[in-house]
């Protein structure tokens, strides 16, 4: 799940400048997306999912024997671009539930990374989603996210990267 959960703290660290919503509304008058999503962030956070998982696949020979799953370079793309697209589409709910950025949005904060990782590997890579992602794995991914999302979060407040701890 790396190529998933790497982009999205990277896109906060190094994102900024142009909003990919141009700061543009939608018919009910609220943003699009909000200032909190850039090109910037996009794009370099996408390309951090994708470093992490090449260096993945390049490592894959010397770790065969452990267990963990083989990436390929789709499963990689998909998963990275997947990521921030679904911290898009959350984004753009959020603000049609009146929520602003940084306002806390319980579950769909957590999950919305691998909610868009695995819409992105269902519709363009299934045969390694199926292959790949068994109940053991979906449980850890389940569990783990959450956990991993607070302690992420934590971090990028006292470092005073992001304004709220959640």
Do not use: C
């Not at 190529?3 to 990919?20: R, S």
């Not at 909000?34 to 951090?48: A, E, I, M, P, Q």
């Amino acid at each position: 799940m790396l190529p998933a959960y790497i982009p999205n703290p990277v896109a906060a660290i190094i994102g900024g400048g142009t909003p990919i919503d141009l700061g543009n509304r939608f018919w009910d008058g609220r943003r699009i997306f909000g200032n909190g999503k850039t090109y910037r962030g996009f794009l370099v956070g996408v390309g951090s999912g994708i470093a992490v998982g090449v260096v993945q696949i390049a490592i894959q020979p010397a770790v065969s024997g452990v267990g963990l799953p083989s990436h390929t370079y789709l499963s990689v793309f998909l998963l990275s671009l997947g990521a921030l697209s679904g911290d898009l589409i959350k984004s753009f709910l959020k603000r049609r539930a009146g929520k602003e950025q940084g306002e806390r949005w319980p579950v769909a904060d957590q999950y919305d990374l691998v909610a868009g990782g695995f819409l992105f590997l269902a519709l363009f890579d299934l045969s390694w989603l199926i292959a790949t992602i068994d109940a053991v794995r979906l449980f850890w991914i389940l569990i783990l996210t959450p956990v991993l999302h607070r302690v992420v979060n934590i971090i990028g407040y006292a470092t005073g990267i992001k304004d709220v701890p959640w």
